[in-house]
């Protein structure tokens, strides 16, 4: 979740409550249960671990990411992550729960340092152009 804040672009970020990456900074959401849609899935993560609904979701990036071999079965190490760019409510109460230890708005240009799995650094730095970009297209045709 993205959010402009005094002309300045945050994201919204979860500190991961559980191994692997226990303590590191990681896009809210979780794993699908069997026949649910990418679109229920990220609602229930988000109400889950944050007691918030997503409105209007739209499919942002796609990134492959390897789980640490000690933590997981061998076929079950690798993951497809689906990014969603989503709202919440403006003034929405966000509440660490389920699986996340804490939750916090950054600067997208100033993301913290410690960040869980690649997937997530590169879809941080397409979020930043991305906005770069559409900003420059607002001034443009403004």
Not at 96 to 124: K, Q, Y
Request: with cysteine; aromatic share 10%; proline share 7%.
């Amino acid at each position: 979740m993205t959010r402009t804040r005094n002309g300045r672009p945050e994201i919204l970020l979860s500190r991961r409550g559980i191994e692997p990456y226990k303590g590191m900074w990681d896009f809210p959401g979780g794993f699908l249960s069997n026949g649910e849609s990418p679109e229920d899935g990220l609602a229930r993560e988000l109400q889950e671990e944050l007691i918030v609904r997503a409105r209007r979701p739209r499919l942002f990036s796609l990134g492959i990411d390897e789980y640490p071999t000690d933590d997981v079965a061998e076929e079950a190490r690798f993951v497809l992550s689906i990014f969603y760019r989503c709202e919440i409510e403006p003034n929405e109460k966000l509440t660490a729960s389920d699986d996340v230890a804490e939750v916090r708005w950054f600067p997208l240009d100033h993301p913290p340092a410690e960040i869980a799995f690649r997937s997530n650094v590169r879809t941080l730095q397409d979020l930043l152009r991305a906005w770069i970009e559409e900003s420059g297209l607002r001034r443009a045709s403004g």
